[in-house]
């Protein structure tokens, strides 16, 4: 049996073509005394789909929090490194994280809709940030219900409470809702996992049809939904970035033998 | 919008101010009734010496010379908590036990409910029943003197703290966990061997709590001991004396504080037996706290 | 040799479990069936509503005195909930806060009493009123307060905080906005719970406000002492020799009454806004 070593690791980390306007460098993340995230250094293409993938408890969860500082939140969390967005460090003391998240959306894994109204969902977000105006608000609840593509769905029934959606119809209201304060980025921590497959086919679709107009990190343990959206992809092990590369690439003829013994389904 | 998010930001921290004084102003009302407590106490210390007033056999207010002996208070209260506990501990526990380990979920949804009511009686409640009813017809039956006695005040402090420890000890008992049941269980033993052996000694800890905040509970009731124990400053002798009218350190601050001249010695008398009561319950309530985390019942 | 095998023990012991239940319950049932038969009889419309020898004024002083309670307890309750579980961080303070905490649930009444009479009725120069009444009451209510709605935060998903978080909203804008809302039934049924112990507390208010007259019988503000339940039946048991045993009884039912229809109402309103709650 071979065991490799990583001699070179960086070489099969590669840097996407075309703009990029959020990067991280050595960027290390603790839960108090555990080390979640290793040395993470990626750079994220505009207006692409970026899927980060690896087994469970492999810290790609942990790294997408990074990137919006939704971390913060859990007690005993520490961050080293840097993550750059438009070339400042959303980590230095003078960022307003508030703005930063507004900045970058994320749609998480289990939908979770305010048991309010549809149309105070998604107006939540714009209200947040000053827009009062009714018919500006009808606007954008119309503008983000449609790029959700749930509109037709909803239109009729604005009014009633969001959580009497189905599961697939929740999900896509929080994609809507991110959508409503326009953000640049959207993060999603494994959006399909608690959806059927035609919910989940749904979701997909639109992500693609976003991608048009937003920069995507999707983190999946579905290795086919990877393979479906994504135009790059990252592996991850216990912590580290082991290979990131074009999508097809990644799946078709990855450099490391661990990326390989992954996607083939040799372990798990 | 750099403005906005400043005045936002301020908004914030002055929000969270507030937020957070509020729940240090806890602390401070602690800090607040020991304070007052102590220095309404004090004067008295001066006049009588902590030996005389601890170990003091006679309380004798407004004679002449007054006499501010505890003993005879420590030991009402001490009579009537200890005998509350014989009772409402051992009952408390069976119910405990009866509710998590033995009862049907049916019967388990009626009987929480109705075993929770008993706290919901207001006190002076229980002590108008003892002394208009209960107090009577126990006087009859056992052949007592009189029915205002220290026994009849545990019985109905016991039903008082009964929900609580019933609470807090299944709490306890539910948080053993189910592998340790079916080891035993697999073992061999009867199910009762099981809650017996297995069970409740991993649930000591939360047990002795709920016993601890139903000493706190029984020590500091007031109205219900007031009607029902007589209020006869004496010392109780022995297993006779909890059938036996007493007086306790609340019931002598609520009959005698309305009468006492403001500031007189009988006053800051009073208001040290008050600070005792702070001091035992304060001790009393930190040790079941302790105990209450390390069972596992409180989640943080 | 053993007297009984394992099996012959355990029905034993769950028999004398089964016992103790029931010795339980037994009296509870047998309260609440005395309270009615006795108390029924003597309950009558001119009782309850004759101001002179009758209930009202007594009524009319434990809404007050309630009401004023939680006007000043709700909000420092609520906001020291929302500190130790929305914005705290483990460490000493919130230890401290928690002890502090607990130690005001298990200070005795009649403690507060002293306590109220120290500081409201004598160096504040309160007078022993409805105002200095309420003050000692909300502090004997506060931690029981604080404890039902930090429970009532607690039910609130952790997902739609982060939600909230992740849209750009604030910490108390997550708060006010989504936290509040669906924490609320819980707060609100919480908060009349601790309503309805103060409603029968007797010893917090014996030297702080309470008295016992015939002929002022409403507060004329709050610096008024009033009249109320509790101590109407305390005085009525044992000071007052001639009040017909009927008044009496009536009296504790009324007081029973009272607060167990704010438990009632506690639980109705829990049930009635989870169900407003799904629009």
């Given at each position: 049996?071979?065991?490799?070593?990583?001699?070179?690791?960086?070489?099969?980390?590669?840097?996407?073509?075309?703009?990029?306007?959020?990067?991280?460098?050595?960027?290390?993340m603790?839960?108090?005394?555990?080390?979640?995230?290793?040395?993470?250094?990626?750079a994220?293409?505009?207006?692409?789909?970026?899927?980060?993938?690896?087994?469970?408890?492999?810290?790609?969860?942990?790294?997408?929090?990074?990137?919006?500082?939704?971390?913060?939140v859990?007690?005993?969390?520490?961050?080293?490194?840097?993550?750059?967005?438009?070339g400042?460090?959303?980590?230095?003391?003078?960022?307003?994280?508030?703005?930063?998240?507004?900045?970058?959306?994320?749609?998480?894994?289990?939908?979770?809709?305010?048991?309010?109204s549809?149309?105070?969902?998604?107006?939540?977000?714009?209200?947040?940030?000053?827009?009062?105006?009714?018919?500006?608000?009808?606007?954008?609840?119309?503008?983000?219900?449609?790029?959700?593509?749930?509109?037709?769905?909803?239109?009729?029934?604005?009014?009633?409470?969001?959580?009497?959606?189905?599961?697939?119809?929740?999900?896509?209201?929080?994609?809507?809702?991110?959508?409503?304060?326009?953000?640049?980025?959207?993060?999603?921590?494994?959006?399909?996992?608690?959806?059927?497959?035609?919910?989940?086919?749904?979701?997909?679709?639109?992500?693609?049809?976003?991608?048009?107009?937003?920069?995507?990190?999707?983190v999946?343990?579905?290795?086919?939904?990877?393979?479906?959206?994504?135009?790059?992809?990252?592996?991850?092990?216990?912590?580290?970035?082991?290979?990131?590369?074009?999508?097809?690439?990644?799946?078709?003829?990855?450099?490391?033998?661990?990326?390989?013994?992954?996607?083939?389904?040799?372990?798990? | 919008?750099?403005?906005?998010?400043?005045?936002?930001?301020?908004?914030?921290?002055?929000v969270?101010?507030?937020?957070?004084?509020?729940?240090?102003?806890?602390?401070?009302?602690?800090?607040?009734?020991f304070?007052?407590l102590?220095?309404?106490?004090?004067?008295?210390?001066?006049q009588?010496?902590?030996?005389?007033?601890?170990?003091?056999r006679?309380?004798?207010?407004?004679?002449?010379?007054?006499?501010?002996?505890?003993?005879?208070?420590l030991?009402?209260?001490?009579?009537?908590?200890?005998?509350?506990?014989?009772?409402?501990?051992?009952?408390?526990?069976?119910?405990?036990?009866?509710?998590?380990?033995?009862?049907?979920?049916?019967?388990?949804?009626?009987?929480?409910?109705?075993?929770?009511?008993?706290?919901?009686?207001?006190?002076?409640?229980?002590?108008?029943?003892?002394?208009?009813?209960?107090?009577?017809?126990?006087?009859?039956?056992?052949?007592?003197?009189?029915?205002?006695?220290?026994?009849?005040?545990?019985?109905?402090?016991?039903?008082?703290?009964?929900?609580?420890?019933?609470?807090?000890?299944?709490?306890?008992?539910?948080?053993?966990?189910?592998?340790?049941?079916?080891?035993?269980?697999?073992?061999?033993?009867?199910?009762?061997?099981?809650?017996?052996?297995?069970?409740?000694?991993?649930?000591?800890?939360?047990?002795?709590?709920?016993?601890?905040?139903?000493?706190?509970?029984?020590?500091?009731?007031?109205?219900?001991?007031?009607?029902?124990?007589?209020?006869?400053?004496?010392?109780?002798?022995?297993?006779?004396?909890?059938?036996?009218?007493?007086?306790?350190m609340?019931?002598?601050?609520?009959?005698?504080?309305?009468?006492?001249?403001?500031?007189?010695?009988?006053?800051?008398?009073?208001?040290?037996?008050?600070?005792?009561?702070?001091?035992?319950?304060?001790?009393?309530?930190?040790l079941?706290?302790?105990?209450?985390?390390?069972?596992?019942?409180?989640?943080? | 040799?053993?007297?009984?095998?394992?099996?012959?023990?355990?029905?034993?012991?769950?028999?004398?479990?089964?016992?103790?239940?029931?010795?339980?319950?037994?009296?509870?049932?047998?309260?609440?069936?005395?309270?009615?038969?006795?108390?029924?009889?003597?309950?009558?419309?001119?009782?309850?509503?004759?101001?002179?020898?009758?209930?009202?004024?007594?009524i009319?002083?434990?809404?007050?005195?309630?009401?004023?309670?939680?006007?000043?307890?709700?909000?420092?309750?609520?906001?020291?909930?929302?500190?130790?579980?929305?914005?705290?961080?483990?460490?000493?303070?919130?230890?401290?806060?928690?002890?502090?905490?607990?130690?005001?649930?298990?200070?005795?009444?009649?403690?507060?009493?002293?306590?109220?009479?120290?500081?409201?009725?004598?160096l504040?120069?309160?007078?022993?009123?409805?105002?200095?009444?309420?003050?000692?009451?909300?502090?004997?209510?506060?931690?029981?307060?604080?404890?039902?709605?930090?429970?009532?935060?607690?039910?609130?998903?952790?997902?739609?905080?982060?939600?909230?978080?992740?849209?750009?909203?604030?910490?108390?804008?997550?708060?006010?906005?989504v936290?509040?809302?669906?924490?609320?039934?819980?707060?609100?049924?919480?908060?009349?719970?601790?309503?309805?112990?103060?409603a029968?507390?007797?010893?917090?208010?014996?030297?702080?406000?309470?008295?016992?007259?015939?002929?002022?019988?409403?507060?004329?503000?709050?610096?008024?002492?009033?009249?109320?339940?509790?101590?109407?039946?305390?005085?009525?048991?044992?000071?007052?020799?001639?009040?017909?045993?009927?008044?009496?009884?009536?009296?504790?039912?009324?007081?029973?009454?009272?607060?167990?229809?704010?438990?009632l109402?506690?639980?109705?309103?829990?049930?009635?806004?989870?169900?407003?709650?799904?629009?």
């Amino acid at each position: 049996m071979v065991i490799l070593l990583a001699t070179d690791e960086a070489k099969n980390i590669i840097r996407p073509e075309g703009e990029i306007r959020l990067e991280t460098i050595d960027l290390d993340m603790f839960y108090d005394d555990f080390q979640a995230v290793k040395q993470i250094s990626i750079a994220i293409p505009s207006r692409r789909i970026t899927a980060l993938i690896g087994p469970s408890g492999c810290g790609k969860s942990s790294f997408l929090r990074c990137l919006n500082r939704m971390n913060d939140v859990i007690e005993g969390t520490r961050v080293q490194g840097k993550v750059l967005l438009d070339g400042e460090d959303i980590y230095s003391p003078d960022t307003d994280v508030v703005q930063l998240r507004r900045r970058v959306g994320m749609v998480f894994q289990t939908p979770n809709p305010f048991p309010m109204s549809i149309y105070d969902n998604i107006a939540y977000g714009p209200r947040l940030h000053g827009v009062r105006d009714r018919t500006q608000l009808d606007e954008i609840v119309e503008k983000s219900l449609r790029s959700a593509a749930i509109w037709d769905e909803v239109k009729d029934k604005l009014h009633q409470s969001a959580t009497d959606l189905s599961g697939g119809q929740q999900q896509r209201l929080c994609i809507a809702r991110v959508l409503a304060v326009e953000p640049e980025i959207v993060l999603m921590d494994e959006p399909c996992s608690a959806l059927d497959p035609t919910a989940t086919f749904r979701i997909e679709e639109l992500m693609t049809e976003l991608m048009e107009n937003y920069t995507i990190i999707i983190v999946t343990h579905n290795m086919y939904q990877a393979s479906r959206v994504s135009q790059y992809t990252g592996f991850f092990l216990m912590g580290e970035l082991i290979e990131y590369d074009h999508t097809v690439r990644i799946f078709e003829n990855p450099q490391d033998q661990r990326t390989d013994d992954y996607v083939r389904g040799r372990f798990g | 919008m750099h403005v906005k998010g400043r005045a936002i930001a301020t908004w914030e921290w002055f929000v969270e101010s507030a937020i957070r004084l509020a729940g240090i102003l806890a602390i401070i009302f602690v800090l607040l009734i020991f304070a007052f407590l102590l220095r309404n106490a004090l004067p008295i210390f001066r006049q009588v010496p902590v030996g005389n007033l601890l170990g003091g056999r006679f309380w004798r207010p407004t004679s002449e010379p007054a006499q501010f002996g505890m003993l005879p208070l420590l030991l009402g209260s001490l009579y009537v908590t200890l005998g509350a506990l014989l009772i409402a501990v051992p009952l408390g526990l069976s119910c405990a036990v009866f509710a998590s380990e033995v009862a049907p979920a049916r019967l388990r949804e009626v009987l929480k409910p109705l075993i929770e009511l008993l706290a919901a009686i207001p006190s002076v409640v229980y002590g108008f029943l003892g002394l208009l009813l209960l107090g009577p017809w126990l006087a009859n039956v056992l052949n007592l003197p009189v029915g205002q006695f220290a026994a009849l005040g545990s019985l109905l402090l016991a039903l008082m703290a009964l929900p609580m420890i019933v609470s807090i000890a299944e709490d306890a008992i539910r948080a053993v966990p189910v592998a340790l049941r079916h080891n035993s269980l697999a073992l061999g033993a009867t199910r009762w061997q099981t809650i017996i052996k297995v069970v409740v000694p991993a649930a000591r800890s939360g047990i002795i709590a709920a016993s601890l905040l139903g000493v706190g509970r029984a020590i500091g009731e007031t109205m219900t001991v007031l009607m029902v124990t007589g209020n006869a400053a004496v010392i109780p002798q022995g297993l006779v004396g909890f059938f036996r009218p007493v007086r306790t350190m609340t019931a002598t601050i609520a009959a005698e504080m309305g009468e006492s001249a403001y500031q007189s010695s009988h006053y800051y008398a009073l208001f040290a037996i008050g600070l005792m009561l702070f001091i035992i319950t304060f001790v009393t309530n930190t040790l079941a706290d302790v105990l209450v985390r390390r069972a596992g019942g409180v989640k943080t | 040799m053993k007297l009984l095998n394992p099996q012959q023990t355990e029905k034993l012991a769950f028999a004398v479990l089964w016992l103790a239940a029931a010795l339980a319950v037994l009296p509870i049932l047998a309260i609440i069936a005395v309270m009615v038969y006795r108390g029924g009889s003597g309950l009558s419309g001119s009782l309850l509503f004759r101001v002179e020898a009758g209930l009202l004024p007594a009524i009319v002083g434990t809404l007050l005195l309630v009401g004023l309670t939680a006007l000043f307890a709700a909000p420092l309750g609520i906001a020291a909930a929302i500190y130790l579980r929305e914005y705290a961080r483990n460490g000493p303070l919130v230890r401290l806060i928690r002890l502090a905490v607990v130690n005001l649930a298990g200070v005795p009444s009649v403690v507060y009493g002293l306590f109220g009479l120290a500081l409201f009725v004598t160096l504040l120069h309160f007078g022993r009123s409805l105002l200095a009444g309420a003050c000692t009451l909300s502090l004997l209510v506060l931690p029981l307060i604080i404890s039902t709605s930090e429970e009532a935060l607690r039910q609130v998903p952790r997902g739609l905080r982060e939600a909230s978080l992740a849209l750009g909203a604030t910490k108390w804008q997550t708060v006010r906005r989504v936290v509040l809302p669906n924490a609320l039934p819980g707060i609100i049924t919480g908060l009349i719970l601790s309503i309805s112990r103060a409603a029968g507390e007797t010893a917090p208010i014996l030297f702080t406000a309470a008295f016992f007259s015939l002929t002022h019988p409403f507060p004329k503000s709050v610096f008024d002492p009033i009249l109320v339940l509790p101590y109407q039946l305390f005085v009525m048991a044992t000071e007052v020799p001639n009040v017909p045993s009927a008044t009496k009884w009536a009296t504790a039912l009324v007081l029973v009454l009272v607060v167990l229809g704010l438990n009632l109402l506690a639980i109705i309103l829990r049930t009635r806004l989870r169900g407003l709650q799904r629009w």
